[in-house]
Each structure stands twice: as C-alpha cells, then as structure tokens.
C-alpha cells in the first residue's frame, strides 16, 4: 500500500519531498502529491513513513 497526502491540508512547506527515499514526493499546482508506484511507506528505509512523520499538519500524510 501507498501513502497519499491529502491535497486540502497540504500546506506546500516540502517538508516531505526531501524525506523521501523513493523520491515519490512531488510538488503539484502549490501541493504536494505522493506517486503510489514510486511509494513503498519507507519500508527497508526507516521503521515508519518519512512523509507521516516530518509533516507539521496531523494526518496529512495517510495511508491511500
């Protein structure tokens, strides 16, 4: 499964975009947006999900 972020609580910072060790993480129309096929929830990384962890707006960052 792939993580999404969801787009009305994005606040654009790009935190998330530089955590990402898939580089799945891309800036869209002023928010950020997580490419499933690219996503893989950090796993083989690091024990949670970068994007979940570094955002500074609670579940922003959820499992799709």
Partial sequence: MAYKIVASQCT????CEFECPNKAISEKGGVFVIDPNKC??????FDSPQCASVCPVDETCVPA
């Fill in 12 to 15: 654009g910072c790009g935190a």
């Fill in 40 to 45: 893989t929830e950090c796993q083989g990384h």
